[in-house]
């Protein structure tokens, strides 16, 4: 049957839209209606009249950019940072911290209900950030022709030079200072820097005798609550070091564990959760897939008997392992789990499962399958790791159904 294409209600880019946004969405964007039209407005706080700008169409929902506030929110404040809006890598630095972190809590909430079907959820506020600026330990530059140093536009290929960012820790802003106009031999910078520790890398190495400051180190040693971990370059390690600590505490104070338990943990990375939480329970197996992250791991955990790593995708390694865990903490990258690991946790259930995850799109919809196989949902408690962002990491505490239900206030939180 010939069907005529529905007539879009714009006329195209560039046009300017008065819009009423309604609430935030996933994406750090606001959403919006023109008449049947979906909108997704850029740099508005819900409840606000803006006038905004067509930036893009789709078949279903128009993108479109805030260009004039005519009703702001109480909670809208002025951007410090110069690049806001055109580097890309902050959406909230317009609204107050209080509300970000509400709005944030909503998101989540959000998106357990639409993607988990879950009625009420049990979203707590997040956990705020000590640092609301500067808290960044790590940063990817791109290196411009002549040595210029900054960030690419989203959606774009346009270089934006960079001469501060407001979220890195200050001494990566004041190395990338000096750095600047010297490093046109490469394309791209990787700084990361050891916030309780000093240390830091630089990668990769450069051959530019007018760099004074030593590149190309392999790896940096952090502290996280006084332990030391090394990280190569390869391996990914979380960007708000004093979060990074809160969160660990989080975990360590809802974990409801014996002297004698078995702890898998999943998607181990460098081995933080593993090494920091070996001794309240009796065994912790690691399992990580990537080989660099791995061998930090071991390092890491050197020392610590009851303490192993296991190198494999977890949907390979877990159902593998002919072990029936107590405990099961899964840190999984955005894409959220494999279905065989879901399968695997529902076929042999621990008595508890914490889900660390930094998407909540992903987290909903492996929650709804968990408790769809027979998890009980204790928990929600996001962690704000990420200011002036819309991302936002989570940990979930869920119990095996029949388990009985105990008190959720995490102990030694500080």
Not at 89 to 110: N, P, S, T, W
Not at 135 to 162: E, K, M
Not at 168 to 177: E, G, R, Y
Not at 336 to 365: E, F
Request: charged residues 20%.
């Amino acid at each position: 049957m010939n069907r005529r294409r529905k007539r879009l209600p714009i006329e195209g880019l560039g046009e300017r839209l008065t819009l009423t946004l309604t609430e935030m969405g996933h994406n750090g964007m606001c959403l919006a209606h023109h008449g049947e039209m979906v909108v997704w407005v850029s740099f508005g706080i819900p409840g606000e009249t803006v006038v905004a700008e067509v930036a893009d169409r789709h078949a279903h929902h128009i993108e479109a950019r805030t260009v004039e506030v005519l009703a702001a929110a109480p909670d809208r404040v002025t951007p410090p940072c110069p690049y806001y809006g055109a580097c890309g890598g902050c959406q909230y630095q317009h609204i107050a911290y209080d509300r970000q972190l509400e709005l944030k809590q909503q998101v989540v909430a959000g998106q357990l209900r639409r993607i988990g079907h879950f009625k009420d959820p049990p979203v707590r506020l997040p956990l705020p950030s000590p640092e609301q600026w500067g808290y960044r330990n790590h940063a990817r530059f791109t290196v411009g022709r002549f040595g210029d140093t900054g960030f690419v536009q989203r959606g774009t290929h346009r270089l934006i030079p960079i001469d501060e960012c407001r979220l890195m820790h200050p001494w990566i802003n004041q190395t990338i200072a000096e750095l600047r106009g010297q490093v046109a031999e490469t394309r791209a910078l990787n700084l990361r820097f050891g916030i309780n520790t000093g240390d830091y890398l630089i990668q990769p190495k450069l051959k530019n005798e007018a760099v004074s400051i030593p590149t190309g180190q392999p790896s940096y040693r952090e502290k996280l609550l006084g332990r030391p971990f090394t990280v190569a370059s390869p391996s990914f390690f979380q960007v708000n070091t004093h979060q990074a600590e809160r969160m660990i505490e989080l975990v360590r104070g809802y974990l409801r564990a014996a002297k004698t338990d078995l702890l898998i943990d999943a998607y181990a990375g460098v081995g933080t959760f593993s090494v920091l939480l070996a001794e309240s329970v009796g065994r912790v197996i690691g399992l990580e897939e990537s080989a660099s992250s791995v061998r930090d791991a071991r390092a890491n955990g050197e020392g610590i008997a009851n303490l192993e790593f296991r190198e494999g995708k977890v949907e390979d390694v877990l159902p593998g392992l002919g072990l029936q865990p107590d405990v099961v903490l899964l840190d999984p990258p955005r894409a959220g789990c494999h279905p065989t690991v879901i399968q695997t946790l529902i076929d042999h259930p621990p008595r508890q499962l914490l889900y660390v995850s930094c998407d909540p799109a992903t987290l909903a919809r492996d929650l709804r399958l968990l408790v769809d196989g027979g998890f009980t949902l204790d928990l929600v408690q996001p962690v704000d790791l990420f200011p002036q962002t819309y991302h936002i990491e989570c940990v979930s505490v869920l119990r095996w159904s029949g388990v009985p239900a105990i008190s959720m206030t995490p102990t030694g939180l500080s």
